[in-house]
């Protein structure tokens, strides 16, 4: 009866064809340690880059809303709730919230045009879908003040940062508004050296101001 002998060249030839279980299973460990390690990284760049975006395009917004001002000697009127809700890209797109021109009959209606230079990111629909909006990097809708129009009517100036212009911010990464989260007369103090929860939300809020 035959037997095949193994010489030492046969036995590097098949040890060398692949990986073994237990390497493939270092490997991937090996990987997804690196992952992790990473992603913590990643995120904090991530944010950043929105954080950045978001300011720039504010001050796109406001340079957009300077021109229209320039116009027309106004700024686009405030939405009921204080978010887009379609106001603000509808008159600086030319037309109101009833899809008809805006400022018509005005003495510089002549200076009609769009002035907003936003880039499709920055534009979506309204929930009802009827309407677009403007949002920031997180897909939130940017809050908007007229302050101009709100001081000229007797408001208080204290109660705006640009008494002259407007007010524009994102609600930023937390999504939330800095109003209180607590029912009136059940706010909680908060413990010394820690924020409020209007003052959490607020406090990574972009703007500009």
Known sequence: MFSIRHTPEMRRQHSSKG????????VMLIILILMAALMPVYSKIL?????????????TLAASLERY???????PPNSASGDDDGTLYDYL???????????????????????????????????????????D??????HYFNCK?????????KLCHNPTSVDI??????????ATTSEPGKETVPERGKLSPAEKAKSDDISNF
């Open 19 to 26: 990986f073994t279980l237990i390497e493939l299973l270092v």
């Open 47 to 59: 944010l950043k880059a929105k954080k950045e975006a978001t300011q720039g395009m504010i001050g």
């Open 169 to 178: 911010y994102s609600t930023g990464p937390d999504k939330l508004k800095d």
């Open 69 to 75: 001002n320039d116009a027309f000697d106004s700024y």
């Open 149 to 157: 129009a709100f001081v000229q009517g007797s408001g208080d100036s």
């Open 93 to 135: 797109n030319g037309k109101n919230g009833r899809g008809v021109a805006a400022n018509v009959g005005t003495p510089r209606e002549k200076h009609f045009e769009p002035f907003l230079t936003l880039g499709k990111e920055y534009i979506k629909a309204s929930t009802g879908g009827d309407k677009l909006i403007i949002v």
């Open 137 to 142: 990097s997180w897909g939130m809708p940017i």
